[in-house]
């Protein structure tokens, strides 16, 4: 009895470890992401200069196709995080609580 409950303690933090080892390469995957979209947005801002006309392009292309116009990744992150930032932007201009 003791065996087996010793087994399935080591089990248990084998699995939390594998969990936690999971969590931590999601996150570092994510961070890789959003650092290569920051100098992939960073390097076109570069090529196309900081006109308000090219960025009006640039956020309406990542809000309405969600590709990245410049290496064609679909869906982009810097669409969902432009949307986000757009959701965000609306709710602070509205004056209705979200979070009572």
């Given amino acids: 009895m003791e065996a087996a409950a010793q087994a399935r303690l080591e089990s248990d933090n084998e699995r939390h470890a594998a ?14 992401i959003r650092e290569l ?23 309406a292309h990542l809000l309405a196709e969600k590709r990245c116009l410049v290496c ?5 992150p810097a669409a969902l995080a432009a949307e986000h930032a757009r959701y965000v932007a609306r709710s602070k201009r509205s004056r ?3 979070f009572p």
């Fill in 37 to 59: 979209e920051r100098l992939k947005i960073q390097a076109l801002g570069r090529r196309l200069g900081p006109s308000e006309d090219t960025l009006k392009y640039i956020l």
């Fill in 96 to 98: 209705m609580v979200l």
């Fill in 19 to 32: 969990r936690l080892a999971r969590l931590r390469a999601a996150e570092t995957r994510e961070n890789l």
């Fill in 72 to 76: 064609g990744t679909d869906p982009s």
